[in-house]
């Protein structure tokens, strides 16, 4: 029987059998008034205790964020057990997460997805921290509750919100290596029924060259600005407004030596969020939520050549997404909540490649029931359906379960489907290089633009029957698996996940003919079939009330399932270095995929001296060796390739200093040791000294 048809028959079993068949009365948990820092609304879209929670989740305090001095939301995921940002070919950093690539990890701000997409990897040092409540991260499918894109886990910024009739803010600035500058200036205050916040961040940098014999820095200059702002309204106890903007603004030269000729330019980068919410409590059984959020993305860019002003290179990109949505939640009775909602998103994407602007539109409803059938049993059942406009209709359930052995112990787990739908550019795009002469079209395009190359004599033959692209490209699917456990006992914490997540339909490139010019014309079609499996391991151990120490380490195997039955069948061979012979390869010649390395661990140190209101951090960082491509032709990363970087390990410093309860003076260093692979890891800068001045007010 079909995994899906099993978790939502459970679902509604479990629901209707809940429904009606239990007394209905309601009492306030106590979950709800405590605070933001111990608990996270992500997971479930309810406030939850973290500890209670029966997903893996990772939270990053507010706290966690001004000890350390990191300025962007990558420097701090870099950090945490299971999460490691890479850099796509463009250099921008996504995030992996248990050894999930970028393009699957939804990000949320507040709740609300955050658009605009380098071949589907989401840049994250876009985005600072310095108005940052909290960070939580679900690992593992969330499509029950968030749909597309959300197949590998949901990382969710929570911002600060005014709570107090005395206006609290703070203002500082960080001067940094490659004369970086960081400002940072926010305030709020709640009077009466009327709360705001604003907030204000600028990021300037020279940039760096790790290769100075190369014309072109490699990365250069830029500046960026952050504005955003909030204001809340009660109109009753019952009624309350939320209201949010936020917008980015990013600019950066360019410069490349193609052919023994300069070119030099620069990309420009706006977004804009608009976020309303309006918070309605009926009874003491219902809360319900309004909420409508619009968000447009721009970039373009280009290189020319600075005298003759010919053009190498220009493209525009413009993405908007506008999504209402409803939601509520019942409270059956204590810690028996069902949450339901329903919502439409409109996208639509006018860019460089396509021939016209495209539109997606999709509706959807969710449900979930989150309830406690004993009192150390916490159950949850979700289920998600979409309807597409542009491929075929999604079911997305999941359960999981956390039992609470003692007070010490706890088990939990979980089973879910997610899903990422085909993007613009997947189906769209019609792109052909000037200088090499291959092209690549989208699916939905590839019939009509191989007629028109046809028609033109560009094509020598088909290496595929125009039947093959009548039926719509699947969207990409996973089943992820998660089983764990907790203890905690007097100072120490410690956890355990083992992880499993099987894709399949996973999109790709393939030959679809070959031009006259002999080059091939490329389309996307679905075939991978992937798996990534391993375990986390978490402990924080308090030495002593001034002295914290934590530690991480993940295992992770990430290999394609079609590879290792054609290494079984000794169908992919490999040519010895040392002996100069071809050797059939077998699974234990086989790495795993790109970019995706067996072990990665952390450990921190936190030392604070409160008489003296010192506090001093040290954070290891640590990756294996990993395979950047397949450099002997065979399809796979195997021990005989030359592509893989070296293990190494980043170690950063921070000392903070407070004076007069309200001024703080921050020093640190980031990559210590001055690590640097510049032909493989340009984004690795070296060693990155910094010092902060902060003011509360």
Same mark, same amino acid.
């Given at each position: 029987?079909?995994?899906?048809?099993?978790?939502?028959?459970?679902?509604?079993? =479990?629901?209707?059998?809940?429904?009606?068949?239990?007394?209905?009365?309601?009492?306030?948990?106590?979950?709800?008034?405590?605070?933001?820092?111990?608990?996270?609304?992500?997971?479930?879209?309810?406030?939850?205790?973290?500890?209670? =929670?029966?997903?893996?989740?990772?939270?990053?305090?507010?706290?966690?964020?001004?000890?350390?001095?990191?300025?962007?939301?990558?420097?701090?995921?870099?950090?945490?057990?299971?999460?490691?940002? =890479?850099?796509?070919?463009?250099? *921008?950093?996504?995030?992996?997460?248990?050894?999930?690539?970028?393009?699957?990890?939804?990000?949320?701000?507040?709740?609300?997805?955050?658009?605009?997409?380098?071949?589907?990897?989401?840049?994250?040092?876009?985005?600072?921290?310095?108005?940052?409540?909290?960070?939580?991260?679900?690992?593992?499918?969330?499509?029950?509750?968030?749909?597309?894109?959300?197949?590998?886990?949901?990382?969710?910024?929570?911002?600060?919100?005014?709570?107090?009739?005395?206006?609290?803010?703070?203002?500082?600035?960080?001067?940094?290596? *490659?004369?970086?500058?960081?400002?940072?200036?926010?305030?709020?205050?709640?009077?009466?029924?009327?709360? #705001?916040?604003?907030?204000?961040?600028?990021?300037?940098?020279?940039?760096?060259?790790?290769?100075?014999?190369?014309?072109?820095?490699?990365?250069?200059?830029?500046?960026?600005?952050?504005?955003?702002?909030?204001?809340?309204?009660?109109?009753?106890?019952?009624?309350?407004?939320?209201?949010?903007?936020?917008? #980015?603004?990013?600019?950066?030269?360019?410069?490349?030596?193609?052919?023994?000729?300069?070119?030099?330019?620069?990309?420009?980068?706006?977004?804009?969020?608009?976020?309303?919410?309006?918070?309605?409590?009926?009874?003491?059984?219902?809360?319900?939520?309004?909420? *409508?959020?619009?968000?447009?993305?721009?970039?373009?860019?280009?290189?020319?050549?600075?005298?003759?002003?010919?053009?190498?290179?220009?493209?525009?990109?413009?993405?908007?997404?506008?999504?209402?949505?409803?939601?509520?939640?019942?409270?059956?009775?204590?810690k028996h909540n069902l949450t339901v909602g329903v919502g439409y998103n409109y996208e639509n994407l006018d860019r460089t490649f396509f021939d016209e602007k495209v539109t997606?539109?999709?509706?959807?409803?969710?449900?979930?029931?989150?309830?406690?059938?004993?009192?150390?049993?916490?159950?949850?059942?979700?289920? @998600?359906?979409?309807?597409?406009?542009?491929?075929?209709?999604?079911?997305?359930?999941?359960?999981?379960?956390?039992?609470?052995?003692?007070?010490?112990?706890?088990?939990?787990?979980?089973?879910?489907?997610?899903?990422?739908?085909?993007?613009?550019?997947?189906? #769209?795009?019609?792109?052909?290089?000037?200088?090499?002469?291959?092209?690549?079209?989208?699916?939905?395009?590839?019939? !009509?633009?191989?007629? !028109?190359? !046809?028609?033109?004599?560009?094509?020598?033959?088909?290496?595929?029957?125009?039947?093959?692209?009548?039926?719509?490209?699947?969207?990409?699917?996973?089943?992820?698996?998660?089983?764990?456990?907790?203890?905690?006992?007097?100072?120490?914490? *410690?956890?355990?996940?083992?992880?499993?997540?099987?894709?399949?339909?996973?999109?790709?490139?393939?030959?679809?003919? @070959?031009?006259?010019?002999?080059?091939?014309?490329?389309?996307?079609?679905?075939?991978?079939?992937?798996?990534?499996?391993?375990?986390?391991?978490?402990?924080?151990?308090?030495?002593?009330?001034?002295?914290?120490?934590?530690?991480?380490?993940?295992?992770?195997?990430?290999?394609?399932?079609?590879?290792?039955?054609?290494? !079984?069948?000794?169908?992919?061979?490999?040519?010895?270095?040392?002996?100069?012979?071809?050797?059939?390869?077998?699974?234990?010649?086989?790495?795993?995929?790109?970019?995706?390395?067996?072990?990665?661990?952390?450990?921190?140190?936190?030392?604070?001296?409160?008489?003296?209101?010192?506090?001093?951090?040290?954070?290891?960082?640590?990756?294996?060796?990993?395979?950047?491509?397949?450099?002997?032709?065979?399809?796979?990363?195997?021990?005989?390739?030359?592509?893989?970087?070296n293990g190494f390990a980043l170690s950063n410093i921070t000392l903070n200093k407070t004076f007069a309860d309200n001024y703080s003076l921050q020093l640190g260093a980031n990559?210590?040791?001055?690590?640097?692979?510049?032909?493989?890891?340009?984004?690795?800068?070296?060693?990155?000294?910094?010092?902060?001045?902060?003011?509360?007010?």
């Open positions: 029987m079909n995994l899906n048809k099993v978790l939502t028959s459970l679902f509604i079993g =479990v629901l209707s059998a809940s429904v009606f068949g239990q007394e209905m009365f309601v009492q306030k948990d106590s979950v709800l008034i405590q605070d933001l820092d111990e608990v996270i609304v992500t997971a479930t879209r309810t406030v939850r205790q973290l500890s209670s =929670v029966p997903l893996p989740v990772t939270l990053i305090s507010k706290k966690q964020l001004q000890k350390t001095g990191v300025i962007r939301l990558n420097e701090i995921l870099n950090e945490q057990t299971g999460i490691i940002t =890479v850099a796509d070919e463009s250099g *921008f950093s996504g995030v992996q997460i248990q050894g999930i690539a970028s393009d699957y990890v939804l990000i949320l701000m507040n709740g609300v997805p955050l658009v605009g997409r380098s071949a589907g990897n989401f840049d994250l040092s876009r985005l600072t921290v310095g108005n940052i409540k909290q960070i939580e991260v679900v690992k593992g499918p969330s499509s029950s509750l968030y749909g597309s894109e959300a197949l590998g886990g949901v990382i969710n910024i929570i911002t600060e919100k005014p709570d107090d009739e005395n206006i609290h803010g703070n203002a500082s600035y960080r001067f940094a290596s *490659f004369n970086t500058h960081d400002v940072n200036i926010n305030f709020d205050q709640k009077l009466g029924k009327f709360g #705001y916040s604003l907030f204000a961040n600028t990021l300037h940098s020279d940039g760096y060259d790790l290769r100075p014999e190369v014309i072109g820095q490699t990365v250069s200059p830029f500046q960026n600005y952050t504005f955003s702002g909030q204001l809340i309204y009660d109109f009753f106890d019952t009624l309350k407004l939320y209201a949010s903007g936020r917008f #980015y603004q990013q600019n950066q030269e360019a410069d490349l030596l193609v052919n023994d000729q300069f070119f030099e330019g620069n990309s420009d980068i706006n977004e804009g969020n608009l976020h309303l919410r309006l918070d309605h409590a009926l009874g003491s059984k219902w809360q319900l939520q309004y909420e *409508f959020y619009y968000t447009n993305y721009k970039a373009s860019e280009f290189l020319e050549n600075p005298i003759s002003k010919d053009l190498l290179s220009q493209s525009d990109f413009d993405q908007n997404l506008l999504r209402p949505e409803v939601r509520a939640t019942y409270s059956l009775k204590p997606f539109d999709s509706q959807y409803a969710y449900a979930q029931y989150d309830f406690y059938p004993s009192k150390k049993l916490n159950l949850i059942l979700g289920a @998600r359906f979409d309807n597409h406009s542009e491929y075929q209709s999604q079911l997305s359930p999941k359960v999981a379960i956390n039992y609470k052995l003692s007070d010490a112990i706890s088990f939990k787990g979980s089973i879910g489907y997610g899903f990422k739908a085909p993007d613009f550019r997947q189906l #769209y795009f019609d792109f052909t290089n000037s200088a090499v002469g291959y092209t690549v079209l989208g699916y939905n395009v590839a019939v !009509e633009k191989i007629q !028109e190359l !046809e028609e033109l004599g560009q094509i020598e033959r088909l290496l595929f029957e125009v039947g093959a692209l009548a039926n719509p490209l699947e969207a990409e699917s996973s089943i992820g698996y998660n089983l764990g456990a907790a203890i905690t006992e007097g100072k120490v914490k *410690f956890n355990i996940n083992l992880f499993r997540n099987d894709f399949k339909n996973l999109i790709d490139t393939r030959a679809i003919a @070959r031009k006259t010019n002999g080059q091939n014309v490329f389309s996307y079609t679905n075939f991978d079939e992937i798996y990534t499996t391993g375990l986390e391991l978490d402990a924080k151990f308090k030495l002593s009330d001034n002295i914290h120490l934590s530690g991480g380490y993940q295992l992770l195997y990430a290999k394609d399932k079609q590879k290792k039955v054609a290494l !079984e069948r000794g169908e992919i061979f490999a040519r010895d270095p040392n002996s100069l012979q071809t050797v059939a390869l077998d699974d234990s010649d086989y790495f795993g995929l790109v970019n995706r390395s067996r072990h990665t661990a952390n450990f921190k140190i936190f030392y604070e001296v409160p008489q003296w209101d010192f506090n001093a951090n040290l954070r290891i960082n640590y990756r294996s060796k990993y395979g950047l491509f397949d450099s002997n032709g065979n399809s796979i990363i195997d021990d005989f390739d030359t592509s893989f970087v990559n210590l040791f001055d690590y640097k692979d510049a032909e493989n890891i340009p984004g690795l800068a070296g060693i990155q000294l910094f010092t902060k001045i902060n003011i509360q007010f």
